[in-house]
């Protein structure tokens, strides 16, 4: 069997790919072969389009909506996810991509207690309980990326709180590393830049003061694209980087340098 017919039978598991740098991600895998499931928040025709994308590459994917904030919706989605696999001919999945996110932009003074729940609640607890769930599915050798952020290393007021918990996922990350190498699967962090998505209300993409200035403090000069993102997922998933482990990757062309 040649790597490429192997590579057709993997699967992944992308949490908010239905647009984004999710969305990118899903398709670049379909590219090299890979299947995937993926969740959605709430627009189903975005998660439709999606798919089409992903088939229109040759290969199947299958949405599923979730609320990754809701950790007790969890339990029903692994079923849903048991389903899914089924219909794409398998019992487990290979990769394990932690992207749904949400954005905030509120000074520490102001910030409410219902606003760092709803962080923690997405992009740390749902996280870590996502994947616990998820563990029984996922197939030794398997990988877990978790997607983290720029501002873990630089601050930018506003960003407080959603940048803790970016910095508490690498460090989550690590211990997935450590306690999951029984099983051979690795876990790493990618931390992409300011990206021009709909992400923040599209703030970096629709703003030509706030592009501008991303700009400007980016080595490559410019701000990042989707198209920077995905594939250096779906190669960091591929086996040629099987030895790379605990580690946090920023992919964003040189911010702050």
């Not at 072969?33 to 994917?61: C, L, P, W």
């Not at 996280?127 to 996922?138: R, Y």
């Amino acid at each position: 069997m040649t790597a490429s017919q192997d590579t057709t039978r993997r699967i992944a598991i992308v949490t908010g790919g239905s647009r984004g740098l999710g969305r990118n991600t899903i398709v670049n895998l379909a590219r090299r072969g890979v299947g995937s499931i993926f969740t959605y928040h709430s627009n189903e025709a975005e998660a439709r389009a999606a798919a089409d994308a992903v088939a229109a590459e040759g290969a199947k994917a299958v949405a599923i909506q979730l609320d990754t904030g809701d950790a007790a919706a969890f339990d029903g989605f692994v079923g849903q996810v048991r389903q899914a696999l089924a219909s794409l001919g398998a019992e487990r999945f290979d990769y394990l991509v932690n992207n749904a996110g949400t954005s905030h932009h509120t000074p520490i003074a102001e910030t409410t207690e219902a606003q760092v729940d709803a962080l923690y609640n997405v992009h740390f607890k749902g996280v870590f309980f996502l994947t616990q769930k998820l563990l029984p599915l996922i197939n030794d050798g398997g990988r877990i990326i978790n997607l983290s952020s720029g501002l873990t290393r630089f601050a930018m007021p506003g960003s407080a709180p959603y940048a803790a918990m970016k910095g508490a996922i690498e460090v989550l990350t690590r211990y997935f590393a450590k306690e999951f190498a029984a099983r051979g699967i690795t876990a790493n962090t990618v931390a992409p830049g300011a990206i021009a998505t709909d992400f923040s209300g599209g703030m970096v993409r629709d703003n030509p003061e706030v592009n501008k200035r991303v700009a400007e403090f980016t080595a490559l000069g410019r701000v990042g694209v989707p198209d920077d993102i995905g594939p250096m997922i779906a190669s960091l998933l591929a086996e040629e980087n099987r030895w790379v482990n605990g580690q946090r990757i920023e992919v964003s062309g040189g911010m702050m340098l």
